[in-house]
């Protein structure tokens, strides 16, 4: 993986860390595990948007909560990395919360809330708002792996499937889809095409992030604890959504609807209803990137209408 | 005049199920009356089959069951893995258009399973008896058809439509009901959904096995006469499997008669239906008319 030099790290790693990690070694994985995920990491990279296999471990938090991004984490954090954690989009949320606070413990790294500042960014069902750089690490929690599992049960007949580069059946879904709703349906998780070969489950993120997936600057891996699978987009790789000549993909649309907190109108809104009035509502998914917007005043200079993606 | 040559040519086609031994081929067969070898219980389905189709002929494949007639059909569908045997088509330009990397004369077998779905997928359309087996009942009748044309890289949903609603009135499916499930239909529909879809490429070769079986008699005779008719405007050539011998009667023009795995006599399906020469094709003509 190219990561920036680190100009001063420690020639021992131990050197510098805080103490507490409580008889743990440097963020928590054996050696044997870490170079277990990093090989598998390198096999992904090497394959983009293909599943590769890998020895899960067990994790102090339970399988479903996180803990194949968890392991990504672990294994290629150091201790010069400035760690970013988000739920949804929030840093402040339990999830993350927890997850920050368990890495900085077991590592002793730097965690921020700020994009631009993090290095290695875990995420769960977002991509942060701000623009990905070069040398930054995107890291996904993912639930299912597989993008063929909606539509075919049995594992050995996707890996043919994937195999033979045989997505007829996706396709098919998206086709009925279309003839008995008028579109398609498919909210998150809409299976994306990687490299124009494998078909892929992009985690859980809207619609709105599919997009921002193609040929970003920044490294993404995707790992999935219980599934025990690690996939990976290597930087500026081509990620296609599954579409139709005539019906072409479409992101949520927001149109007229602005952030209440910081004023935006491009970017990911989460809608809340106020049970007394039965008002609706919208903010930013993102609350750093709300946050930075309401620092900078965009609540006095709101952005312009036509904005919006 | 020289005939031209024949679309598909199969040479020596074997399967056997079970570990086999070298005492198989002689303890088994036709002139065996058996098609599981007594020592070591493998059973050989078919052995040494041999046939040319031409273009725009109708072939006929007839016995009793077990007698291998349905195995050759899979085989030939690459459903099955063939333990020995040689697989060639002759196509035109047209059919092999989207498939470059067909050499002619290749031998169909020694193909990948990508290049064989493909080449599936592109040349051969199937009517199975049973319509579980050719169409996915969750999914509409005109995605049914769609899966093929996607598979084929067809990518705009207004074209598939069109395609799919022109195939469903060829065969006599309402098209109003394009979107409901082949569940909700009846046999003879489904069936003729399964024709539609075995179409929906424009096939080479068209493989019908027992197709009219489980079907009453009157719905028999209106899906016969679909697959004459279809036959005759499109001049696909066609495999026809069948126990009943009216079906054979009825569609083929050449016929070979199956047992226990072998060819037991082939020829002009009048003449099979007249003067049948085998005795188990005696007792076949004799026990059905």
């Known amino acids: ?309 | 005049m020289t005939l031209p040559p024949p679309i598909v040519q199969v040479r020596g086609l074997t399967r056997r199920f079970g570990t086999g031994c070298p005492a198989c081929p002689e303890l088994t067969g036709p002139a065996a009356e058996t098609n599981q070898c007594p020592r070591c219980r493998s059973v050989t389905a078919c052995r040494e089959v041999s046939f040319e189709l031409h273009s725009g002929e109708v072939l006929g494949i007839v016995g009793e069951s077990g007698s291998g007639k349905s195995t050759v059909v899979r085989l030939l569908h690459f459903d099955l893995a063939p333990t020995a045997g040689e697989y060639r088509l002759n196509l035109n330009g047209a059919a092999a258009a989207g498939l470059p990397w067909l050499e002619p004369g290749q031998n169909l077998f020694e193909l990948g399973p990508h290049q064989r779905r493909q080449l599936r997928n592109r040349l051969m359309g199937i009517v199975y008896q049973n319509p579980l087996l050719g169409l996915r009942l969750k999914v509409t009748a005109g995605g049914n058809i769609a899966e093929r044309l996607l598979m084929a890289g067809w990518r705009r949903v207004e074209r598939m439509r069109e395609r799919a609603a022109d195939l469903l009135a060829r065969t006599e499916v309402p098209v109003e009901r394009m979107d409901e499930l082949p569940r909700h239909f009846s046999g003879g529909m489904q069936q003729r959904v399964q024709i539609a879809k075995a179409l929906s490429t424009d096939p080479a070769v068209l493989l019908l096995d027992e197709v009219t079986t489980g079907l009453d008699v009157s719905v028999q005779a209106r899906v016969l006469d679909l697959i004459r008719s279809l036959q005759r405007e499109l001049q696909i050539a066609t495999i026809v499997v069948s126990h009943d011998l009216g079906v054979i009667r009825m569609l083929t023009t050449r016929t070979l008669v199956m047992r226990y795995g072998g060819i037991v006599e082939q020829g002009l399906s009048d003449q099979i239906l007249e003067d049948p020469q085998h005795p188990y094709t005696q007792l076949l003509v004799n026990s059905t008319l």
């Open chain 1, 1 to 309: 993986m190219s990561r920036p030099a680190r100009a001063g790290a420690p020639a021992d790693w131990r050197d510098g860390l805080p103490p507490g990690r409580d008889g743990y070694s440097f963020a928590f994985l054996d050696a044997g595990a870490k170079r277990e995920i990093r090989r598998r990491i390198l096999k992904a990279v090497a394959i983009p948007g293909c599943q590769v296999p890998f020895g899960s471990r067990e994790m102090p938090i339970a399988r479903g909560w996180g803990t194949g991004g968890l392991q990504l984490t672990l294994a290629l954090i150091g201790p010069e990395d400035v760690l970013k954690v988000i739920d949804q989009g929030a840093d402040d949320s339990v999830n993350a919360v927890s997850i920050r606070r368990f890495v900085q413990r077991v590592t002793g790294v730097r965690t921020t809330t700020d994009t631009p500042a993090a290095t290695l960014i875990q995420t769960r069902h977002r991509i942060p708002e701000e623009p990905l750089r070069p040398h930054q690490i995107l890291v996904f929690q993912v639930p299912i792996p597989e993008p063929l599992r909606l539509v075919e049960p049995s594992e050995k007949e996707t890996r043919r499937m994937h195999a033979e580069a045989d997505y007829s059946r996706m396709w098919l879904y998206l086709y009925e889809d279309i003839v008995t709703y008028g579109e398609i349906t498919i909210g998150a998780r809409y299976p994306v095409l990687v490299n124009r070969r494998h078909l892929m489950d992009p985690s859980p993120i809207p619609r709105w992030d599919v997009e921002r997936l193609d040929r970003n600057p920044a490294l993404m891996l995707f790992c999935a604890g219980r599934e025990k699978r690690i996939y990976a987009l290597p930087p500026h790789t081509l990620v296609e959504p599954l579409q139709f000549e005539d019906v072409p993909f479409r992101v949520e649309s927001f149109a007229g609807r602005r952030c209440r907190r910081c004023g935006s109108a491009r970017s990911f809104l989460d809608e809340a209803i106020d049970e007394a009035t039965g008002r609706r509502s919208y903010a930013c998914s993102d609350a750093a990137f709300c946050e930075k917007v309401r620092k900078a005043g965009g609540r006095t200079a709101p952005e312009p209408e036509e904005g919006g993606p």
